[in-house]
């Protein structure tokens, strides 16, 4: 035998030396759910380790997950029921208590950043990411709703707009909106290709945002389809976004890295919600080992193609590199 593999895998010296795919706390974003009040840390029942904060607890725990080199968060609001309404009014009221902690957050800590969705779920009483007419989601007609609710953000400070509404013409929308209020230097991160997954149950638990009839087929991608995850990408890519998403990840590996083959602009992958229960899970009842779990799962995602990853691992994760 002339070639042995093996001989570069003899020391973890060499190991490292000829590791191929590096990830580390920089190309974490850490998901975080916000409720008004005070005093409130809530486990997410279907997400363990994972809670729906108060600001005032929020602030210690930013400031922790800081110093373990996690700059970037991904915020989302859980909304009294009371406070939904067909038009999602509240998503760009004044009194809106997450616009209020973005501010707050972006005062006390300057060198955050500050990551949102834009879409309707979090604050529709019909629970769909679009307005609902007669059991159908109308696309032109979202898209000035999600155009208030992208400048109410900015207004607060946040510097990355997530659209993960997945109406048609959104991006361009959106960036037009930013734009006439000067808010050029916000960022656009487009859930391009989003899929109607089965991984977003915990996600839907934690806010309370499920549909309250049918479900998203109609403006998230079907699971079959690789070619489409193209189309959304360059129409995105076009209308002004400044990074690519896909999500879920860990099923989708293969469009991550269709992606990365085929834009020049930074690629993400949101590991989301039921991807990460699985892992807690399974690790609660012994059957495999979390640190090691989530270490392979990031790492394929980043080998795929990611250039940064969404996760509910990311405190978990920036812990154990600091080991
Ligand atoms: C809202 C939104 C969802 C997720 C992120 N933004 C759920 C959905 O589309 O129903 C899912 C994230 C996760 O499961 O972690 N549009």
């Not at 529709?124 to 999600?146: A, K, M, R």
């Not at 659209?163 to 487009?190: W, Y």
């Not at 087929?217 to 995850?229: D, G, L, S, V």
Request: aromatic content about 10%.
């Amino acid at each position: 035998m002339l070639q042995r593999p093996r001989r570069n895998r003899k020391s973890q010296a060499i190991r490292s030396m000829v590791e191929e795919t590096k990830i580390g706390t920089e190309h974490l974003i850490y998901p975080i759910f916000l409720k008004d009040g005070k005093g409130i840390k809530e486990e997410i029942h279907s997400l363990p380790k994972n809670y729906r904060w108060s600001l005032d607890q929020l602030l210690p725990e930013l400031e922790q997950c800081m110093k373990l080199g996690i700059f970037t968060y991904d915020l989302f609001p859980a909304v009294d029921e009371g406070l939904k309404d067909k038009i999602a009014t509240y998503s760009y009221a004044e009194e809106n208590f997450y616009l209020h902690a973005i501010r707050k957050i972006k005062e006390t800590f300057p060198e955050l950043v500050l990551m949102s969705d834009v879409a309707m779920d979090p604050y529709s009483s019909d629970g769909h990411d679009g307005l609902v007419e007669n059991g159908q989601i109308l696309n032109d007609e979202t898209l000035p709703i999600l155009n208030k609710m992208a400048v109410a953000q900015a207004q607060a400070g946040i510097d990355i707009i997530g659209p993960s509404d997945m109406m048609d013409g959104r991006v361009k929308s959106i960036r037009e909106a930013l734009d006439q209020h000067h808010f050029t230097d916000v960022s656009i991160m487009s859930y391009s290709a989003k899929y109607a997954s089965a991984f977003y149950g915990p996600f839907r638990d934690a806010l309370n945002s499920a549909p309250k009839s049918g479900d998203k087929k109609t403006y998230q991608m079907n699971p079959a389809n690789k070619r489409e995850a193209l189309i959304e990408a360059q129409l995105d890519m076009e209308e002004g976004a400044d990074f690519l998403m896909v999500k879920p990840a860990l099923c989708y590996l293969d469009v991550i890295h269709l992606l990365k083959e085929n834009f020049n602009i930074p690629i993400t992958a949101y590991n989301v919600s039921g991807e990460c229960a699985m892992v807690y899970a399974a690790a609660e009842k012994g059957w495999l080992n979390y640190d090691l779990a989530i270490s392979e799962m990031l790492l394929s995602m980043r080998r795929a193609g990611a250039d940064a990853i969404l996760t509910y691992f990311a405190k978990d994760f920036a812990t154990l590199l600091k080991k």
